[in-house]
């Protein structure tokens, strides 16, 4: 690798606020925010949305989606299309 074109390759730590899960792992992304981990040391955090912890496929809580319900819904604001 050429020295000095890289990002700084550091630990951070990944945290789920939905699912209530954090790792630490490494990485290349940045963030202003740390937190301190379980050995003591601070680190930079990065939240995201989805991890294993709250994606439905993971969990097995799948939801439901009420095609039918949007489709007359849709209907009864602008119309039936072709009328």
Excluded: C, Q
């Excluded at 790792?23 to 050995?39: H, I, M, N, P």
């Excluded at 496929?57 to 039936?80: H, I, L, M, P, Q």
């Amino acid at each position: 690798m050429k020295p000095g074109i890289h990002p700084a390759y550091r630990p951070v730590v990944f945290r789920d606020r939905a699912g209530g899960l954090a790792f630490l792992t490494r990485s290349t992304a940045t963030s202003d925010r740390t937190v301190e981990w379980e050995d003591g040391r601070t680190y930079p955090v990065i939240d995201v949305e989805v991890s294993s912890a709250s994606h439905p496929f993971y969990t097995g809580r799948s939801r439901v989606v009420d095609a039918a319900g949007r489709v007359e819904r849709f209907n009864r604001r602008y119309g039936t299309p072709g009328r």
